[in-house]
């Protein structure tokens, strides 16, 4: 089992909607989730972050975290044709310097 | 902001050849990494160095080899460069502050093509 997984995609959403993106973790010890945006050819760009249970809101974004069940969110209200690109969730472990990568959902907002 | 710069956009080699690629942070981070990405295969982890002259293997080391002579600098080697190593190649740096990794600032990216 992969430690970090993506549906790959692709999420297809009209303008306007809410985009939901969804990552599941298998290692219990995971202590720090990201959210990366990767656009077509570009490299991935930091979004959010969060380390405790719950919600974490940005601007049009929101994180969530659930570590009893493992997963972890991206909420995108009022989806732009401008957010269409890969979504990469990440996670820490306990103890460690290193990310450990999804292969990414790839979102695509249709005007 | 952080910049990580890397010295290439796009490179092509020759199989064989020894390739250096270069990546250089302005922000003082302790931490830097170079990753691959490959469609279907997400990021894969190369090395990453937590301090000067420090440097730990990632998930698929083989092949390739690092160095981190300074805090700034961290440079990728292919020693001996062969077709399967073709990639995109993401160098980044992070700050750790306590016990809390405060994401990555990723290059640009270089584009390897071995032929």
């Known amino acids: 089992q992969k430690e970090v997984e993506q549906n790959s995609g692709p999420l297809s959403v009209p303008e306007g909607a809410i985009a939901s993106l969804n990552c599941t973790y298998s290692?219990?010890?995971?202590?720090?989730f990201f959210w990366y945006r990767q656009y077509s050819g570009k490299s991935p760009e930091l979004i959010m972050f969060?380390?405790?249970?719950g919600d974490k809101e940005d601007g049009r974004f929101t994180a969530q975290l659930n570590k009893a069940s493992q997963y972890v969110s991206l909420l995108i209200r009022d989806s732009q044709p401008s957010d269409s690109a890969t979504y990469l969730c990440?996670?820490?472990?306990?103890?460690?310097?290193?990310?450990?990568f999804g292969s990414g959902t790839r979102l695509l907002v249709r005007p | 902001d952080v910049k990580v710069t890397q010295s290439s956009r796009y490179l092509v080699k020759r199989t064989g050849e020894k390739v250096f690629l270069e990546c250089v942070q302005d922000?003082?981070?302790?931490?830097m990494f170079w990753y691959r990405q490959d469609p279907g295969l997400g990021l894969r982890l190369i090395y990453f160095?937590?301090?000067?002259?420090?440097?730990e293997k990632g998930d698929i080391p083989e092949g390739y080899s690092v160095s981190r002579e300074k805090k700034e600098r961290f440079s990728l080697i292919l020693e001996s460069a062969s077709t399967n190593q073709t990639s995109m190649y993401l160098c980044?740096?992070?700050?750790?502050?306590?016990?809390?990794?405060?994401?990555?600032?990723f290059g640009s990216g270089t584009r390897l093509t071995v032929v």
């Open positions: 969060i380390y405790s249970n």
């Open positions: 160095s937590y301090d000067v002259k420090m440097k």
């Open positions: 990440a996670l820490r472990m306990d103890s460690s310097y290193k990310l450990i």
């Open positions: 290692d219990r010890g995971s202590q720090s």
């Open positions: 922000m003082d981070h302790e931490n």
């Open positions: 980044a740096s992070s700050l750790i502050s306590g016990h809390s990794l405060y994401g990555y600032t």
